[in-house]
């Protein structure tokens, strides 16, 4: 199994960039998808972004897509959330989640084994 921890989060206005990093332990991170996720309050946790097991593949919903790239460095067993263009509705607790590869660059939150425990994103307007 592997554990996750989320950093990177703050406090920002409108049209700034924060990259938000996921440090992977235990099984390497390169066995899985990884998953970014979001919760705003009051609201259901919803999709981000994925990369395939090397990167090579990404999954964006139109959302984030253009303005939000999600990386990795298996290396480093470290992934990567890369948000510009920050706006206020993009507010909220940001998650990283590991999947088996089997299921590709799932949407769905059931299909992601391990969780972080979140790191907080504040856009200012």
């Known amino acids: 199994q592997v554990q996750l921890v989320e950093s990177g989060g703050g406090l920002v206005q409108a049209g700034d960039s924060l990259r938000l990093s996921c440090a992977a332990s235990g099984r390497a991170f390169r066995y899985y998808t990884m998953g970014w996720f979001r919760q705003a309050p009051g609201k259901e946790r919803e999709f981000v972004a994925a990369a395939s097991w090397n990167g090579g593949s990404t999954s964006y919903p139109d959302s984030v897509k253009g303005r939000f790239t999600a990386s990795r460095d298996n290396a480093k067993n470290t992934g990567y959330l890369q948000m510009n263009s920050l706006k206020p509705e993009d507010t909220a607790i940001y998650y990283c989640?590991?999947?088996?590869?089997?299921?590709?660059?799932?949407?769905?939150?059931?299909?992601?084994?391990?969780w972080g425990e979140g790191t907080q994103v504040t856009v200012s307007s």
């Open positions: 989640a590991a999947a088996d590869t089997f299921r590709g660059l799932s949407r769905n939150t059931y299909e992601y084994n391990y």
